[in-house]
């Protein structure tokens, strides 16, 4: 009977065809997070490799020779796009010219939101959403970052925030992408992949439901995060952020917009200060300490001490989730 897995579960026979015998196509991801709805619709076929390791922040990178040698071996390159990871780009166009260059941000029904300005955020103030881009859709698989202003490379902190991945629904968009990519590249296996896109997707559907139980009685907690990546988790769940200590592009924050955040602490009654696995704890507990606002609690965009695989997309979010409970429940 055909094994058919499921996001971290091994499940007998789902519909599933038997697997053929061509060769599946090399796959390289730049992040965990989309390593992991990668992994879900490659599924027993095979695993793609992933370009940013765990704990590493994909704003400025420099890959390892390892890394490197996926990107030259990849039939397919999956990255969020040159707005998370502009070096990348240019990565791609030298070691994998030949290779299926798929932005994720790029593709047809990814809803995509402006980068928010200024260190502390209205209530519910949320950046500019844009849903179903205009181009074409062959268009987004095609090599989309060719043709892009390589000169732009150091942030502006204008244009499209590219954390995108935090909202589940772009996910679900995603999931189909990455099976009709695959499916192009090997036409063999594309009904397989198909088919553990659309079990992807009921699964990250329960997932949200789930998410929204968890959250429940928190659109009102107020806090901080340590850089400005969660606004798309933010907006699908109603949370409620005051402000972000650093830029999304986790740029250092000047000594103006500590102070600004400090103030907001204390005038607004913000209850958490989180902050992220990838950078020093001490500038929270310096800067937030003395206002006797929670710390304590850390939360990561990027799954960096999740294990990379097909459940860490999921779990990555119950972890936000927990986060955000966790610090309603300590008001």
Known sequence: ML?????????????????????VPDVAVDIPPLHSLVDRVMGDLGSPELVI???????????????ASALERAD?????????????GESIDSLAADADSVPLLDVEGTRTLDFRRGA????????????????EHDHAHAHAHEGHDHAAH?????????????????????????????????????????????LGKAELDELIADLQARLEGTHDTRFI????????????????????????????PSPARIDELRNTVTELGVDCVFSEPQFTP?????????????????????GADLTPGESLYPRLLQQLAEGVADCASAT
């Open 53 to 67: 390791q765990p704990g590493a922040s994909p704003h400025g990178y420099s890959m390892r020779p390892s890394e």
């Open 120 to 135: 502390t955020f209205e209530a519910h103030d949320h950046g500019h959403a844009h849903e179903g881009h205009d181009h």
């Open 225 to 252: 995060v340590f850089h400005d990546a969660y606004q798309y988790f933010e907006q699908r769940f109603d949370l409620s952020a005051a402000g972000a200590i650093s830029l999304g592009d986790a740029s250092d």
């Open 282 to 302: 001490q500038l929270v507990d310096n800067v937030f300490g003395p206002t006797g606002v929670n710390t304590s609690i850390v939360i990561d965009p990027l």
């Open 76 to 88: 397919v390159v999956f990255w969020v796009g040159e707005a998370l990871a502009p070096w990348l």
């Open 154 to 198: 150091g942030h502006s902190h204008d244009g499209t925030d590219p954390h995108a991945w935090l909202d589940p629904a772009n996910a679900r968009v995603w999931l189909d992408a990455i099976a009709e990519s695959l499916a192009k590249a090997d036409p063999e296996h594309a009904e397989t992949y198909q088919e553990n896109a659309r």
């Open 3 to 23: 094994r058919v897995r499921y996001w971290g579960v091994a499940l007998l026979g789902a519909g599933v065809p038997a697997m053929a015998t061509a060769d």
